[in-house]
C-alpha cells in the first residue's frame, strides 16, 4: 500500500496535499473499492467548501462511495478529465486522479501517513 | 450482415461438449419474416400520427413464431431460479414461490378486471386487499397500511414523505436530519437523498448493534428519524432496540423500519410493538412473491396510530357496514391529511397482492410463526457449520441469515471468486461486497424453504472451495468453468456502457 509521507488523510480515505492544495483519495481506499467505473465531481470552481462536504461520488464494480472534502477553502480547480478516464484512481491516486484544488485550503481533521497506515493496518482485521 | 444462425465458439476447451452462443433476437431477425397474420380489418382506416412522430427506420426484429419461441426457451435455459436450485442471496429472502399463488392470481375474478371499473362490479377485489391490509397490520403491530407502493425502494420513499408530512403538521420545519446506520441498505440514504434530506451515518458497535453513543450524539430536534433495518444486513436482532427507538423518540424524531428482513420476525415480534413508527414490507421477499427477474414487487407501507392520517390516497376502506348475512361495502377512502397518491391505480394487484394474500391464508397465523422460525434455524445450522472454516466477523446467534468473510489468509482468493465457483457447484451465489462493513462480505440468506439436505450440500460446497483456493486456487479465480459462459468482465460492462437492443450506427462498423 502506498501511503506518500508529504500528504494529509481522513479517516474516510481522502488525501490532502497541503503544498498544493489538491485532494483526492488514498490507495487504500482505491484497492477496497476495486476497479472504479464511474466517478462524478459535486463542487465547481469558485464554490467555497468546509471540510467534509461530499465533493464527488465514485463507483467501483462493487460499491459506490461519498468522497468528502479534507480541507475547508475556495476551489481553485477541479479536475474536469478524471470522469472520462475514472480507472485513473485506480492506476494513479496521488497523481492524475486528484479530484479539486483548493486555495488557500485549511485542512479538516487530517492524520499524518504513520497514523494513517496504522488506522488502515488496523481495519484489515 | 450480422449471422443470423447460433454459432459455435472456436475457443470451446471440450470440442465434445460445443458451447452454443445464442444470437439476440434482432441478430435472428430476417426481413419479410413473420409471426402473425392479421385478418382484413373490418373497420374503418384512421389518419396515422404526424410524420414527425413516426419512427420507420425502428431495426424492429422480424421472426417466425417458432424462432421467438425458441429464442425465449434458449435463453430460460440459461438461467438459474428458486424453482432450479438453492439460492441463498442475502437480503433477498429467495425463498420457493409455491405454485398455488400462481393459480389464484389467475383466477378470472381477478385477472380480466380493471382498476377503473365501479367499485359495485370488484367487490371481491376490494375485500381481499382490505383482508390483506388487515392481516399486515396483525403481523406488524401497525394501526394503518396502503398497499400502493410498486417496491421496497418506493414504500421507503413513501415512508419518508409520511415523516415529513407528520413534522410539518406540528409546524416543526427545522428537522432536515436522517439517521442511518453504516450497515444500511443502499436504497435507504437514497431515498432520503430523494427528498433533499441530509443523510447522518451512525456507526455499528463491535457487536453489530447500532452504536449508542454516536447515535446519542446525533439526536438533535433537527433529527426527522432514523431508519433502522431490524434484524440487521449482519443477520443481527438488534440488542438494544427499545433503547435506540427511546433515544430517536426522545429527541423528536420518528422510527422507519426496513422491512426486508421481516421474515425472521413473522409471528415473534412485531415492529409496531417495538415503537417503530412507519415500516414498508417486502411483499416479494417475506410473503413469496416472485422477484429477481421475476417481479414486479410490492411495498406496502404500515404505520403507527399517529400517522394513519397522512397514508397515501386511496386506501380501501368500508363504505357501508354489513349486517346478518350481508357483506360490507368495500370502495376507496381518503386519509385526513394524506401525502397524496403514490401510484396510478392501487398497487400491483394481481402479480403481488393475490399471491401474498394466498401465501398467508395458506399459512395461517401458526405457519407464519413456523416460517421466522425455519428461516433463523436453517442460518444458525449453516453458520454453525461454516464457522471454523470461514472468518464471521460478528459471531453471535443470527438471525434468518449471516454475513462471513470470503478471504483466506495468504490466499488472493476474493469473496467474488468464491461465488463465481459455487456457481460451478450449481449454487447461486450469496449477495457479495455487501454490507460494506465486512471484508470481502458473503451475505448468507438460506430462508426457511430448504431442507437440511440441500444446506449440507451448500456447506459442503463452500468448505472444498475454502480447500481449492489453498490447493488450487487458479481455479477459483477463474471460475465459474461449468456455466453457459465463464467469467463476465464486469468492468468492462460498467465502463463501456452500451445499453440500447441494437447497435447505434456510430458503433455497427466497429
Avoid at chain 2, 432450479?84 to 420457493?96: A, I, N, R, V
Avoid at chain 2, 488450487?472 to 460492462?493: C, I, N, Y
Wanted: hydrophobic share 40%; aromatic share 8%; net charge negative.
Amino acid at each position: 500500500m502506498n501511503v506518500p509521507s508529504h500528504l494529509k488523510y481522513t479517516k474516510s480515505d481522502e488525501w490532502f496535499d497541503p503544498a498544493t492544495g489538491k485532494a483526492g483519495i488514498s490507495d487504500y481506499a482505491q484497492g477496497q473499492l476495486s476497479d472504479i467505473v464511474f466517478v462524478e465531481i459535486l463542487v465547481e470552481e469558485g464554490e467555497t467548501i468546509e471540510a467534509g462536504k461530499p465533493i464527488a461520488s465514485v463507483e467501483s464494480v462493487k460499491a459506490s462511495a461519498q468522497v468528502y472534502s479534507p480541507a475547508s477553502g475556495k476551489v481553485a480547480a477541479v479536475n474536469k478529465a478524471l470522469p472520462d478516464k475514472p480507472e485513473l484512481i485506480n492506476s494513479d491516486p496521488y497523481g492524475e486522479a486528484w479530484m479539486i484544488q483548493l486555495e488557500g485550503g485549511t485542512a479538516g481533521d487530517v492524520m499524518d501517513a504513520a497514523a494513517y497506515e496504522k488506522y488502515c493496518a488496523e481495519r484489515a482485521h | 450482415m450480422i449471422n443470423a444462425s447460433p454459432t459455435l465458439s472456436a475457443d470451446a476447451p471440450d470440442q465434445t461438449k460445443v458451447k452454443i452462443v445464442e444470437p439476440t433476437i434482432f441478430e435472428l431477425s430476417s426481413p419479410g419474416r413473420t409471426g402473425v397474420t392479421f385478418p382484413a380489418s373490418d373497420v374503418p382506416e384512421t389518419a396515422l400520427p404526424p410524420e414527425e412522430l413516426l419512427r420507420p427506420d425502428l431495426p424492429l426484429p422480424e421472426l417466425a413464431e417458432v424462432d421467438v419461441v425458441r429464442h425465449y426457451m434458449h435463453l430460460s435455459s440459461f438461467n438459474y431460479s428458486v424453482d432450479t436450485g438453492f439460492y441463498p442471496l442475502g437480503s433477498c429472502t429467495m425463498k420457493y414461490n409455491p405454485k398455488i399463488n400462481e393459480d389464484t392470481c389467475r383466477l378470472p375474478g381477478f385477472l380480466y378486471t380493471h382498476p377503473l371499473q365501479p367499485i359495485e362490479t370488484v367487490q371481491g377485489n376490494l375485500a381481499l386487499m382490505y383482508q390483506l391490509q388487515e392481516w399486515l397490520k396483525e403481523i406488524s403491530g401497525f394501526a394503518g397500511v396502503t398497499l400502493q407502493p410498486a417496491a421496497g425502494a418506493h414504500g421507503e420513499f413513501t415512508g419518508v414523505l409520511i415523516m415529513r408530512a407528520y413534522h410539518k403538521s406540528r409546524g416543526d420545519h427545522k428537522r432536515v436530519k436522517m439517521l442511518i446506520p453504516d450497515s444500511a441498505h443502499g436504497t435507504n440514504p437514497a431515498s432520503v437523498g430523494m427528498m433533499g434530506m441530509n443523510v447522518v451515518q451512525i456507526p455499528s458497535d463491535s457487536r453489530g448493534n447500532v452504536d449508542l453513543k454516536a447515535l446519542e450524539a446525533a439526536c438533535d430536534d433537527t433529527v426527522v428519524g432514523m431508519m433502522l433495518t431490524n434484524p440487521n444486513t449482519l443477520g443481527l436482532f438488534d440488542e438494544n432496540i427499545e433503547k435506540v427507538i427511546e433515544l430517536v423518540h426522545g429527541c423528536g424524531g420518528l422510527m422507519y423500519g426496513d422491512g426486508a428482513n421481516l421474515n425472521a420476525l413473522l409471528g415473534i415480534v412485531r415492529p409496531g410493538d417495538l415503537g417503530f413508527d412507519v415500516m414498508h414490507f417486502n411483499l416479494h421477499k417475506t410473503f413469496a412473491v416472485p422477484h429477481g427477474g421475476g417481479g414486479p414487487g410490492s411495498g406496502p407501507v404500515g404505520v403507527a396510530a399517529h400517522l394513519v392520517d397522512f397514508l397515501p390516497e386511496p386506501i380501501v376502506g368500508i363504505i357501508e357496514e354489513g349486517e346478518d348475512d350481508l357483506p360490507p361495502l368495500y370502495g376507496f377512502v381518503k386519509p385526513a391529511k394524506t401525502i397524496g397518491r403514490m401510484k396510478a391505480f392501487h398497487g400491483h394487484f394481481g402479480g403481488g397482492l393475490v399471491r401474498a394474500f394466498t401465501y398467508i391464508a395458506m399459512h395461517g397465523a401458526g405457519g407464519l410463526k413456523d416460517i421466522a422460525q425455519y428461516a433463523v434455524l436453517n442460518a444458525n445450522y449453516l453458520q454453525a457449520r461454516l464457522r471454523n472454516t470461514y472468518h464471521i466477523p460478528y459471531d453471535r446467534t443470527c438471525m434468518h441469515e449471516f454475513v462471513a468473510e470470503g478471504r483466506f489468509a495468504g490466499s488472493d482468493v476474493r469473496a467474488l471468486d468464491i461465488s463465481k465457483r459455487l456457481m460451478d457447484y450449481n449454487f447461486h451465489p450469496p449477495t457479495n461486497y455487501f454490507p460494506l462493513i465486512v471484508h470481502e462480505a458473503l451475505m448468507i440468506e438460506p430462508t426457511e424453504t430448504e431442507n437440511k439436505d440441500t444446506l449440507d450440500a451448500f456447506a459442503d460446497a463452500l468448505i472444498k472451495i475454502a480447500e481449492e483456493a489453498k490447493t488450487q486456487p487458479e481455479l477459483v479465480k477463474s471460475a465459474p468453468h461449468t456455466t453457459k459462459f465463464g467469467r463476465m468482465d464486469e468492468v468492462k460492462a460498467a465502463r463501456e456502457l452500451v445499453l440500447c437492443c441494437w447497435l447505434p450506427e456510430d458503433f455497427s462498423d466497429q
